[in-house]
């Protein structure tokens, strides 16, 4: 897991513009885009972890909390600004609670979607840490 602060210019009377570039602030190529939205406060995403699939999740409106669990330990991180990033690497089960309505949450992934490398069954997840399939790297 990573928090970063993803590139911003703020030019005088006309508002702000952030940027990212594969590789350069992330540490992947970027072969998806998707976005979340339309979502009620209060409401919670997600519950899977993913076998090979690095994303980086932000929020450009709104608040969200994601919680991150590496089946040892777990952490809250709350995306709240457009400009604040977090990478979350394979292997880790996470959860998105909507603290806003019609917040925003926008990922970049690694990899093209496939059901195949969701793991949607927490014992299953937990029997993945257990075996060390991720060798612990992936340690919170
Ligand atoms: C993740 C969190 C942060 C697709 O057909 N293509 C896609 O690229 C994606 C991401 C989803 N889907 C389908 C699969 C489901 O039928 O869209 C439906 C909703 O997906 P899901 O219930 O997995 O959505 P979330 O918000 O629980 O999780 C998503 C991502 O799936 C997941 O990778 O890390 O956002």
């Known amino acids: 897991m990573e928090i970063i602060e993803i590139r911003t210019r703020?030019?005088?009377?006309?508002?702000?513009?952030?940027?990212?570039?594969?590789?350069k602030?992330?540490?992947?190529?970027?072969?998806?885009?998707?976005y979340t939205y339309n979502v009620d406060e209060g409401l919670q995403?997600?519950?899977?972890?993913?076998?090979?699939?690095?994303?980086?999740?932000?929020?450009p409106y709104g608040s969200i909390e994601?919680?991150?669990?590496?089946?040892?330990s777990k952490e809250?991180?709350?995306l709240d600004s457009p400009?604040?990033?977090?990478?979350?690497e394979n292997g880790i089960w996470r959860n998105m609670i909507w603290k806003m309505k019609n917040s925003v949450l926008c990922v970049a992934a690694s990899e093209y979607y496939n059901e195949q490398?969701?793991?949607?069954?927490?014992?299953e997840f937990l029997?993945?840490?257990?075996?060390?399939y991720w060798n612990n790297e992936n340690k919170i």
């Open 25 to 34: 602030d992330i540490p992947f190529e970027i072969k998806r885009i998707y």
């Open 83 to 88: 400009n604040k990033g977090l990478i979350i």
């Open 117 to 123: 490398d969701y793991i949607r069954d927490y014992d």
């Open 66 to 72: 994601v919680t991150i669990d590496n089946g040892f």
């Open 45 to 59: 995403r997600g519950g899977h972890a993913h076998k090979n699939l690095i994303q980086l999740l932000f929020c």
């Open 127 to 132: 029997k993945y840490v257990k075996e060390g």
């Open 10 to 23: 703020t030019t005088e009377g006309l508002g702000t513009l952030s940027f990212l570039e594969s590789k």
């Open 76 to 78: 809250k991180i709350i």
